[in-house]
């Protein structure tokens, strides 16, 4: 499983992560600096081996489950 976080504004893909806990650490980063704009626009999916798209949370639900997941330490983005 792997995850992506994407702008749905812009539809442009922000990053992708190969653990959970990372891309919710960027997403939290993200909403850090960007707050006026963000978690509005963020999404943050999961990609199965398949190739098959789930969306984990978006928008507001994003930023809560972003701030209430612990650090995850070093991101390793693929």
Avoid: C, K
Avoid at 12 to 38: C, P, S
């Amino acid at each position: 499983m792997s995850y992506e976080l994407w702008d749905t504004e812009t539809g442009n893909l922000v990053e992708a992560f190969d653990d959970e806990t990372d891309a919710l650490t960027a997403a939290r980063e993200l909403i850090g600096l960007n707050a006026d704009v963000y978690p509005a626009m963020l999404t943050l999916l999961a990609v199965d081996e398949r190739g098959e798209l789930t969306t984990v949370a978006a928008g507001d639900d994003l930023g809560a489950l972003a701030r209430s997941t612990p650090d995850g330490g070093a991101r390793h983005s693929r």
